[in-house]
């Protein structure tokens, strides 16, 4: 339920303000000790990933849920 929160949060702050671009991330599973060594995506490939979703973000994209490749995800 704090998923569906923290995205509905988002979704209510986009629209309280209009002016600003609110996004939530899934940096995915990145190899980090939590994620282990298993995981599918690098530490530098999350990073990057992000950073081009951030740089790429607009009030037109606000208020929704976007994976580390710029992918919008259901909630």
Not at 8 to 13: D, T
Request: aromatic residues 10%; glycine residues 10%.
């Amino acid at each position: 339920m704090s998923k569906t929160a923290l995205n509905m949060f988002n979704k209510c702050l986009s629209l309280e303000f209009p002016q600003k671009t609110c996004l939530v991330l899934h940096p995915g599973w990145v190899q980090t000790d939590m994620g282990g060594s298993g995981a599918s995506v690098t530490v530098p490939d999350c990073a990057r990933g992000l950073y081009k979703v951030i740089v790429e973000a607009s009030v037109e994209k606000s208020g929704r849920f976007y994976d580390f490749t710029g992918k919008e995800l259901p909630w």
